[in-house]
């Protein structure tokens, strides 16, 4: 079998012939550092990888013992047998703590930082049998929408290299888009996951806020960061996300809920597999100002789902146009308490300056790149005495009531939600200069963020050759019903998802 | 409530950075042409609004225990600069003369 072939089976099938001995361990790896020695470097790649390890990559799956009970998990009811991703590549976005390679948050104020520990999500991604040979690249410190803003270098979009892959987490849509790896980790804040899915023509789920261990993800903005899963299709990311998902005594916001079982749907055929399904169409999501070609392919996913027996319902979440300007007040205050802990002190850089506080200020104002610096100023002014009331606790007021709009419309029967993913397909690389017009590239997404419900992006068409995106959201910790939604969308789909 | 360039100034130094004349007049801008976009909260009802209502779920309590993760490498490996197991920072020039007995230091 040829490494390009197995790049195209599911992880599921992969990974049941690498436990059950059929493939060699090393089969999946192996095509994956080809495929990345052909896309990722010189002045026609991707630079979406910063760091690699294959060599402790190979050594782990040296030391892995799979056996015939392996192989039965992958295909448990629930999928989580043993090893689920026996031998399986996934790519880890920089912000994500490794020990084997660095985690620098696309920043040079981290430049050549090693993690003394690894993160809860690494760890399990481990324990299920996965392998992990690179980190990817991302706006720093998470703060973008393109990928532009990394210190390493921008990433080009896979499809076309004049365009940005969409941010922050862009260094790992477009590893999974190019078939680099079938499954990647993410984070979130305001559709770090999502948008770069939607731009890339690939799934990206943000889970409920809990519902993933945020231990070894660094901070950006607390009360709304979460670890998201790419895959190439929507049983890939269940899968992942199926591996990471569940509480941990390491993050004490990570919730004690049980683990659903989110591939339950994936074999579920039958004329009406929606049937008693509710699906809402936000209306503030669908603008006279969205794309009209963008809004035919979100009315075609919805005739489908109606054709598989969900009713299709119009609802409102009339606080929908506040989420952008709430989320850059309450994302930047926290993100300027986090990102305190850089000063050059403790680790990273150091900058010699003027004693203790000239040292401060020379490492952060050198170590820190143009947009975090502005987001970090700008959270320290909306906290700052005189407009603490203004600003900060009138925008934590108003997350409230963009939280209570989805709490509202799902306590009503609906079930899940239809939206675009993103207002645009991928942009062109450099054309967004105005700091607020970039912010506006997370209007469909950050809503979900600061509601704390779970969330996911997958392909539903594409419009002048460039993917589009179509959102669906659930009520908090109800992503297995989510999924279900998915899978039918996409099976119903098939090719016309990427045409 | 627009940004001046003293309240950058201010707020640079609160955040422990520090910023060009250049980059001063340019983060008034755009700070100001951000927050413009930050007006129309001051227009929404927030009577329903509770503060105290839960979004992230709370927090759990835990055991207080140590932290059962023991760190893979010692903290010499990724601290810019230690000795005798403690960080070295320079000298608290803020504080009084360099030369003062209270100061602290790696002097």
Known sequence: MSDESLLSRSVADVAADIASGRLSREAALDASMQAFAARNAGPAGLNAVLYTDADGARDALASMSFDASNAAGVHSASATGAMPLAGIPVAIKDNIATLSMPTSCGSKILHGYVSPFEATVIARLRAAGAVIPMKTNMDEFAMGSSTENSAYGVTKHPLDHTRVPGGSSGGSAAVVAAGVTRIALGSETGGSVRQPAAFCGIVGVKPTYGRVSRHGLVAFASSLDQVGVFGQTVDDAALGLQVIAGADALDSTSVDVPVSDYRAARNSEGAQPLAGVVIGRPVEYFPDSLDSRMRTLLDRSADHLRALGAEIRDVSLPHTSLAIPVYYIVAPAEASSNLARFDGVRYGLRVEGDGLRGMYEATRSQGFGPEVTRRILLGTYVLSAGYYDAYYKRAMAVRQLIAADFAKVFASGVHVLLTPTTPTTAFVAGSKKDPYEMYMSDIFTATANLAGVPAMSQPIGRIDGLPVGGQLLASHFDEAMMFRVAYSLERALGAEAHT | ?107
Do not use: C, K, Y
């Open chain 2, 1 to 107: 409530m627009a940004v001046s360039e003293e309240d950058v100034r201010h707020v640079a130094a609160l955040a422990r950075l520090g910023l060009s004349q250049p980059q001063v007049t340019s983060l008034v801008g755009e700070l100001n042409g951000i927050l413009e976009h930050m007006e129309v909260l001051q227009q929404v009802d927030i009577a329903a609004a509770s503060l105290h209502r839960d979004v992230t779920h709370g927090l759990r309590m835990r055991e207080d225990v140590p932290n059962p993760i023991a760190l893979h490498r010692a903290r010499e490996d990724f601290a810019p600069s230690m000795r005798d197991g403690f960080f070295l920072v320079p000298r608290v020039s803020t504080h009084g003369a360099a030369d003062s007995a209270d100061d602290e230091g790696e002097g």
